[in-house]
Nanobody
Framework: QVQLVASGGSSVRPGASLTLSCTPS????????MGWFRQAPGMEREFVAG????????YYADFALGRFTVDREEAGNRGYLTMNDLKPEDTAVYFC?????????????WGQGTQVTVSS
C-alpha cells in the first residue's frame, strides 16, 4: 500500500519559516490530489492545504492563507509545504496524503507525520 511520508519538521521560534516535504513510498496516480493536514495534541486532524496533480489548483484553510504555500514537483509525486511567519498555534504533527476525489476530501494513503513545534 502506498504511503505518503511527511518530513522536515523541526522546533522553531515564532516568525520563522519551515518547508516540509511529502514523499510517496511508491508512485501514486499522476492524477491524485495531494493534501496537507495537521493534528495538535488533543485536537482533531484538520486540513491545511491541497494541490492538484499538475499544480494548477491549490486550496488553503483560512489560517494558512497568506502564510503557507503548497507545491509539488512537475512529475507530480513529491510535494512541499512552505510555512512562513510560524505561530505557536501552528504547533502540530503535519501529515500529507493523496486523494482521487477532490482537493479537500477523500484523502487516503496516510503515512508518518512530522512534528512542527513553534515556541519562544
Amino acid at each position: 500500500q502506498v504511503q505518503l511520508v511527511a518530513s522536515g519538521g523541526s522546533s522553531v521560534r515564532p516568525g520563522a519559516s519551515l518547508t516540509l516535504s511529502c514523499t510517496p513510498s511508491s508512485v501514486i496516480f499522476k492524477s491524485s490530489f495531494m493534501g496537507w493536514f495537521r493534528q495538535a495534541p488533543g485536537m482533531e486532524r484538520e486540513f491545511v492545504a491541497g494541490i492538484s496533480w499538475n499544480a494548477a489548483s491549490t486550496y488553503y484553510a483560512d489560517f494558512a492563507l497568506g502564510r503557507f504555500t503548497v507545491d509539488r514537483e512537475e512529475a507530480g509525486n513529491r510535494g512541499y509545504l512552505t510555512m512562513n511567519d510560524l505561530k505557536p498555534e501552528d504547533t502540530a504533527v503535519y501529515f500529507c496524503a493523496s486523494s482521487q476525489m477532490a482537493i479537500t476530501s477523500g484523502y487516503e494513503n496516510w503515512g508518518q507525520g512530522t512534528q512542527v513545534t513553534v515556541s519562544s
